[in-house]
């Protein structure tokens, strides 16, 4: 018996061995996948699985079709998207390729710094990672505190830190209590430095002080509220999806007390991400565009005046005209200059689309080292904060 239990060991680590191989290498060019973008899994529309190199490899340089190699769906490159389940595994397997949870350290992301510096950003730092945050779905940058504030589906929804990394104030369990978060959308930190999130769970937006305590909470006005940001008079603008609507919430955060909810827009499409800028005034929304059949869905992006009146739009197949791919914006912001960034989601990138007044002047201004990103803020000094849910991590870039 003890010299069949090595033989028993040893053909059960070779069965885990071949079953890892088999899972986490492309079946086409017989690559190990990586968190690096060249082999990052990628999903096709038809559910299989291969790298990114081979997306590309396979792809008509022209209209950037292809086939599955494997049921020859057709699809387009810029339907794809990240195997996430495959990415947290090879985190977990390969805990040496993972994005370094302490500050000031580089995600191995290659040449992304040099990328990025010719563009007129650096990459800096980036922190986080799977349980320290965990599939984040907002952030929002306090002015006053020079704190980073992000929305995750961790035991504590909120939390807060110092742009060097460090977890500085964490709140807001689970629960039907007045501190309570069920599932927050979006966050963002008014003048007076009040935290304001969108609670999916009961249909809210609660407001917290920096230590977590709870402040206000606004119930039965909205179907579903979803993003939000501050205005330059510390009023709230708010979208709600399912009401096609964007609204301002006007408050006196610290005592508590909320004076007017005024709908500013109506019969919007699926209106999620907002973004106010904090010089004009000027409100940026992403509408997220239904169509008929899988994989369709495209999004528009809408510009309005301080009184809102339509400055500019462009969806997706405008964008298509002056860009090699399908472009799906998952978050926008205005810099310090007024300039409108957008995140991409489905081609991995950052976006600069110019001033309102020239919108859209399409310049990329991030190409490589992000998965998924879901969130854009800015710090004091213009340096642009990533948050990239693909990877539960931050990622800072400072203006050259």
């Not at 968190?35 to 559910?47: A, E, F, I, V, W």
């Not at 990459?123 to 306090?142: H, V």
């Not at 992006?301 to 964008?319: E, R």
Request: net charge neutral.
């Amino acid at each position: 018996m003890s010299a069949r239990a090595p033989d028993r060991m040893q053909m059960m680590t070779e069965l885990v061995n071949e079953t890892e191989v088999s899972l986490l290498e492309c079946k086409v060019c017989f690559e190990k996948y990586s968190q690096k973008k060249k082999h990052r899994p990628r999903n096709l529309p038809c559910g299989h699985v291969i790298c990114l190199e081979c997306v590309f490899s396979l792809a008509h340089p022209r209209n950037f079709r292809l086939e599955c190699p494997f049921c020859r769906r057709a699809c387009k490159s810029s339907e794809t998207s990240d195997c996430l389940p495959l990415l947290h595994l090879i985190e977990i397997l390969s805990p040496a390729t993972n994005i370094p949870l302490a500050s000031g350290t580089t995600t191995g992301v290659g040449d992304e710094a040099a990328v990025s510096a010719s563009l007129g950003l650096t990459f800096n730092l980036s922190f986080g990672g799977w349980g320290t945050l965990i599939n984040p779905t907002g952030i929002a940058m306090c002015r006053r505190s020079d704190c980073v504030v992000v929305a995750h589906d961790g035991k504590k929804r909120i939390k807060l830190f110092g742009l060097s990394g460090s977890c500085m104030q964490q709140f807001g369990e689970r629960g039907d209590a007045g501190n309570d978060i069920k599932y927050p959308l979006d966050v963002t930190v008014t003048l007076d430095g009040h935290v304001v999130v969108t609670d999916s769970g009961d249909h809210s937006v609660k407001v917290f002080d920096f230590n977590g305590r709870g402040k206000l909470i606004i119930r039965e006005s909205f179907c579903l509220p979803w993003g939000l940001d501050t205005t330059p008079e510390n009023e709230i603008i708010l979208s709600d999806p399912e009401a096609g609507a964007l609204s301002r919430l006007t408050a006196n955060f610290r005592k508590g007390e909320l004076k007017k909810i005024q709908k500013i827009q109506s019969n919007l499409c699926h209106p999620r991400e907002v973004a106010v800028s904090q010089t004009s005034g000027i409100i940026a929304v992403i509408e997220h565009l239904k169509a008929k059949g899988p994989n369709y869905s495209s999004t528009r992006v809408k510009i309005f005046s301080a009184d809102m009146k339509l400055i500019g739009q462009m969806d997706s197949f405008g964008l298509n005209l002056v860009f090699p791919s399908k472009i799906y914006a998952t978050a926008l912001v205005f810099d310090r200059e007024g300039h409108i960034i957008v995140a991409d989601a489905y081609n991995q990138i950052v976006l600069c689309l110019g001033k309102p007044e020239e919108f859209p002047v399409l310049r990329p201004i991030i190409t490589q080292g992000l998965s998924y990103p879901v969130a854009l803020t800015y710090t004091a000094n213009n340096s642009l904060i990533v948050l990239d849910s693909g990877d539960h991590s931050i990622k800072i870039y400072t203006a050259s």
